[in-house]
Structure formats: C-alpha cells, structure tokens
C-alpha cells in the first residue's frame, strides 16, 4: 500500500511575481522539490498539497506548478471563496484541472455559522456534483458541520485537523481535545470524514507523543479507518517536530494492526480523493 500524507503545504519565498497576503509557521520557503526531498527521505509515496490559504489565499497557482513538476506525487486542493457569486464556474473548472482532487473551506469568520447559509451550501452542492470533497478548517464550528452534512448528504466533507484547534507554536493547549465529543458527534454522518492530521502538535510529551492515542483510538473507533487519514500537515507543524517524526509516529506505532496502518496511511485517502501516485 502506498504511503500518503493527506496534507501538506508547499510555498515559494515571498516575492513581488507571487506575493504573500499573509504568514503561515514555517521557514521561509517549501518548495516542491523540498517536500519530495523530505518524502523521500522518510518513504512517503505521495501528498495531497493543499494549496496555502495563509499566503495564497484562493490562487492556486503555485500548488499547479508543484504538480505539474511532480504529477505522481502529489494531488491537489485548492481553497474557495464562499463570497464568490460564481463559486459553481470555479468549483466546476477546478474539477477540469489536471492533479485537482478536492477543495477547501477555511471557516473563518467572514463564513457565515448558520447550517441553513445558501452560499455555502451552494458550494458544497457544486461539489458533490463535480465529485469533489470538501475540506473543512472548521475548528469552533462542529456543530455546524453537522447541519452541512445533513443538508448535503451526496457531498464527501472531510474535516481538517481533527476539527480541533491546533497550536502554530509552543506551548500546546491544556486542553488539547476538550472538543473532541463534538467531533465524534459527526460520526452518524456517513459523508463525514475525519484527517489525522497534525495530532503530534496536540502531545504534552513530545515525540512518540504517548499521550494522542487514547484520543484518537475514540476517533478510530467512532468513524472507523475507512473515514480517518493520516497527515502531518506539513509545514505548520515545524514548531513542534520533525517531518520523519510525524511520519514514524505512525508508522512504527503497536497501537495500529498492519490493516489499520494501511488504511490510515494510505488506503482511505485513496478511496476518498480517487487518487494514488505512482510508486517510486
């Protein structure tokens, strides 16, 4: 089974061709060839990038081009704007585009909280009709998703990063899951699925992080594998490990059978994003 990492970013420097509108936690550039290089170097086949809300926001022009030069790689996702009175011409033109597997929602404030909200479901319409999941970065809006999931149920929606809060720096919340039960509310959802994604960022204890797996074996058994996927979230997560820790905390767990391993890191991704590289 392939080895996929459901979510990482990839980013040039700064400059005047491809300006930042803001800053994500990091060093200074990730480039496509640096992630291969660090996928590489740990045996990871394949990545889904996710193209960079923080610097990029809606232009995906950048994760493109990291495709285009690494099409076995990597997939990709592309975040959406909400707002955009012709978010289905977008949706529907992403869905055309080569190495498109998905697109995002950064569920920010300027979203409106309200389940019932036309725009978004608008847009989550679009894309269950172009086949595309759709991501949510919906920390502090469980209980909204559930509404969306309802009122969609032909539309896959996978929620980012356990649907929990996570820190870009030191020190690591006190609480680190204290939303969980709102999480694993979801699960009656069968269109809802879960990325395990940047859950070492959530350890008191530092690599192996011991302390993550009581709470993600409620997640493992609420959703099953075939609904959760691994990721590092690469590169957000530099604050608080390195990229062959986030992936060998997984890889080299007893908490995991070989079955569940297989699912979680490469198997579900593929069943629910329709994509797999090609093996090196």
């Known amino acids: 089974m392939a080895i996929i990492d459901v979510q990482v970013h990839a980013y040039e420097r700064n400059h005047p061709g491809r300006p930042w509108a803001g800053v994500l936690h990091g060093p200074p550039e990730v480039t496509g060839d640096d992630m291969v290089k660090a996928m590489d170097a740990v045996g990871v086949d394949g990545a889904i990038i996710v193209s960079i809300y923080a610097m990029y926001r809606f232009d995906a022009s950048y994760a493109i081009s990291v495709h285009q030069a690494?099409?076995?790689?990597?997939?990709?996702?592309?975040?959406?704007?909400?707002?955009?009175?012709?978010?289905?011409?977008?949706?529907?033109?992403?869905?055309?585009?080569?190495?498109?597997?998905?697109?995002?929602?950064?569920?920010?404030?300027?979203?409106?909280?309200?389940?019932?909200?036309?725009?978004?479901?608008?847009?989550?319409?679009?894309?269950?009709?172009?086949?595309?999941?759709?991501?949510?970065?919906?920390?502090?809006?469980?209980?909204?998703?559930?509404?969306?999931?309802?009122?969609?149920?032909?539309?896959?929606?996978?929620?980012?990063?356990?649907?929990?809060?996570?820190?870009?720096?030191?020190?690591?919340?006190?609480?680190?899951?204290?939303?969980?039960?709102?999480?694993?509310?979801?699960?009656?959802?069968?269109?809802?699925?879960?990325?395990?994604?940047?859950?070492?960022?959530?350890?008191?204890?530092?690599?192996?992080?011991?302390?993550?797996?009581?709470?993600?074996?409620?997640?493992?058994?609420?959703?099953?594998?075939?609904?959760?996927?691994?990721g590092t979230d690469w590169t957000r997560a530099t604050a608080f490990l390195t990229y062959a820790q986030g992936v060998d905390a997984f890889r080299l767990t007893e908490r995991l059978t070989d079955a569940e391993r297989g699912a979680l890191m490469g198997g579900t991704v593929q069943a629910i994003y329709g994509w797999a590289p090609t093996k090196r």
């Open 70 to 230: 690494h099409p076995t790689r990597f997939a990709l996702v592309k975040p959406v704007d909400t707002r955009n009175p012709a978010v289905e011409e977008v949706i529907a033109e992403w869905a055309r585009t080569d190495g498109a597997v998905g697109i995002r929602i950064m569920m920010n404030d300027d979203v409106p909280a309200d389940p019932a909200d036309p725009a978004v479901n608008r847009m989550l319409a679009a894309a269950g009709r172009a086949g595309l999941p759709v991501n949510l970065l919906c920390w502090g809006r469980l209980g909204q998703v559930a509404g969306l999931a309802a009122r969609n149920p032909g539309t896959r929606l996978v929620i980012d990063h356990l649907g929990l809060q996570q820190p870009f720096e030191p020190p690591v919340p006190a609480e680190p899951f204290a939303a969980l039960p709102q999480l694993l509310a979801l699960a009656e959802h069968d269109n809802v699925a879960v990325k395990i994604s940047g859950a070492g960022t959530l350890s008191h204890k530092g690599y192996p992080f011991p302390d993550i797996w009581d709470p993600l074996a409620r997640i493992f058994d609420a959703f099953g594998f075939g609904r959760c996927m691994w």
